[in-house]
């Protein structure tokens, strides 16, 4: 009698495997534009959320102490590590909350009796290189501006001066991102919000 031998198993052709090879790798250099913006829309939401915080940190901090404390943006020479190489800038998303200037200062140890006073401070990371950030002292404002100061009532006291603007884009010209932009009003409210002309004047998101 007869034994029926079972089908052998059959695997990958060289050939299947080229074209299986192919088609993946044209559908990943598809997808790569899209995956390259949607990391940097994080990351401009990253750097926008960071800030934020650390506005709104300086507010209450100055309404906790009834005492004046200014958020202050800061270059630094690596973007990872607040250090004491920092400068004011009005481009840099690293920050530094402090009660004086912290120029030479930012990696200084909290204090409330030394000067800056610094509170706390935060550098912006590997989003540095891939974010820009522009402050200004007010929306279609040109100037420049790089700090703004709470007093215990938590409103703005260097009005003449201070951020009113702070707009946070992608780094390709050209691009579709998710921009965002933080507004500071003279009463110190803080709001995030989207710059974009498309988003509807209903919205609480659009600026």
């Known amino acids: 009698m007869r034994t029926r031998r079972s089908p052998r198993s059959r695997g990958f052709t060289l050939v299947e495997l080229v074209v299986t090879i192919a088609v993946f790798a044209l559908l990943l250099l598809a997808a790569l534009p899209s995956l390259g913006t949607w990391t940097d829309n994080t990351r401009i939401r990253n750097v926008a959320s960071s800030l934020l915080d650390g506005l709104q940190l300086a507010r209450a901090e100055a309404i906790r102490r009834n005492q004046n404390v200014s958020f202050w943006l800061v270059n630094i020479d690596n973007p990872a590590v607040l250090s004491n190489d920092c400068t004011l800038s009005n481009i840099s998303g690293s920050w530094v909350v402090s009660v004086n200037s912290p120029i030479g200062h930012c990696a200084d140890a909290p204090s409330t009796d030394s000067s800056p006073m610094l509170v706390t401070g935060r550098a912006v990371g590997d989003a540095g290189g891939r974010v820009s950030v522009t402050a200004v002292l007010a929306a279609g404002s040109s100037t420049a501006a790089n700090s703004v100061t709470f007093n215990g009532f938590g409103r703005l006291v260097n009005t003449t001066d201070a951020i009113g603007q702070i707009d946070i884009t ?38």
Do not use: E, F, I, K
């Not at 050209?174 to 209903?202: E, H, I, K, W």
């Open 170 to 207: 992608g780094p390709t010209s050209g691009a579709t991102y998710r921009n965002l932009r933080l507004v500071v009003s003279p009463a110190g409210q803080v709001r995030m919000c989207d710059p974009d002309s498309g988003v509807a004047t209903t919205d609480p998101r659009r600026c």
